[in-house]
């Protein structure tokens, strides 16, 4: 059943790309309904407004938009995870911009390497770790958000997981690196 599903889900996936590229009004509006509540439950649990959630969301749609009319373009996540990456993004800039300190709360989990200049590459390029992040399962999942996200020592991440010491947790965080990459990898 669940492999029924899941090529279904693909299918879907695939049917809407290829909606995209051909311009479907229909089914475009489809997509931008069914995600822009997730959008919106994530700016306005971070500080921000309906309108603004409005603003991040369009701002999103129209990078999805623009990326898949590109022909050397391949999306290498669910369009889910490529509008929230996105969005998220953006927010994360607009707070930035307005010098506004929040700890986000996001909709899924995931692992932000955000970068200063975020091109459609590197929105691309971030959907993948999110997804990548998904599929990693833990301790690997809280060990990498604690030490890149949180900012965490290797000593506290030690303390927080049960492991003797900060090498344990080190040589711990450099193995879950690693799976992360490979992930990615498969990913691409």
Request: proline share 2%.
């Amino acid at each position: 059943m669940k492999a029924a599903m899941k090529k279904t889900a693909l299918f879907n996936e695939e049917s809407f790309v290829k909606a995209f590229r051909e311009n479907n009004e229909a089914v475009m509006s489809k997509i931008y309904k069914l995600y822009f509540p997730m959008v919106l439950h994530f700016v306005l649990v971070n500080s921000g407004t309906e309108d603004e959630a409005k603003d991040i969301y369009q701002e999103a749609f129209i990078v999805l938009y623009e990326s898949l009319q590109r022909p050397d373009f391949q999306l290498r996540c669910s369009i889910k995870t490529f509008l929230y990456s996105v969005s998220r993004n953006h927010w994360l800039k607009r707070l930035q911009a307005k010098k506004i300190k929040t700890d986000l709360k996001d909709v899924e989990e995931f692992i932000p390497f955000v970068e200063d200049s975020v091109s459609i590459e590197n929105e691309a390029r971030l959907a993948t770790i999110e997804a990548a992040m998904q599929r990693l399962g833990e301790p690997c999942r809280t060990i990498l958000e604690d030490y890149y996200l949180n900012k965490m020592s290797m000593t506290d991440i030690a303390e927080k997981m049960g492991y003797t010491n900060a090498d344990n947790a080190k040589t711990q965080k450099y193995k879950c690196f690693n799976r992360l990459k490979k992930l990615i990898k498969e990913l691409k």
